[in-house]
Nanobody
Framework: QSQLVESGGGLVQPGGSLSLSCEAS????????IGWFRQAPGKEREAVSC????????TSAHSVKGRYTISRDNAKNTVYLQIHGLKPDDTAIYYC????????????????????WGQGTQVTVSA
């Protein structure tokens, strides 16, 4: 069974840091672009960061640029999202998703381009 499993969420004080992981099982991530998305209470799910299949290209939403860093280790079949300078507005369920892609220097922020989704991990930023 092909699945993605996120981990690393939790309760963090403003200004704190977290490291989220997204591990795939049942398939290899080598040929997939990976996106991280989040959904805050009462809001639609939005893209935050993505990384191309070989890790040669990354991009992040303007609201998180400079604070979020996406990376991948294909040997471990895992993608990471490092978050620094957490704000209360970052509170959300964070999802990773995998989309088939042969592009070396591109990844999409369009949710429809992603085939597999994890169950999400809760990130709560509060004093």
């Amino acid at each position: 069974q092909s699945q993605l499993v996120e981990s690393g969420g939790g309760l963090v004080q403003p200004g704190g840091s977290l490291s989220l992981s997204c591990e795939a099982s049942g398939f290899t991530l080598d040929y997939y672009a990976i996106g991280w998305f989040r959904q805050a209470p009462g809001k639609e799910r939005e893209a935050v960061s993505c990384i191309s299949s070989e890790g040669l290209y990354t991009t992040s939403a303007h609201s998180v640029k400079g604070r979020y860093t996406i990376s991948r280790d294909n040997a471990k079949n895992t993608v990471y999202l490092q978050i620094h300078g957490l704000k209360p507005d970052d509170t959300a369920i964070y999802y990773c998703a995998a989309g088939t892609s042969s592009a070396r220097y591109y990844c999409s922020d369009n949710q429809a381009q992603y085939d597999y989704w994890g169950q999400g991990t809760q990130v709560t930023v509060s004093a």
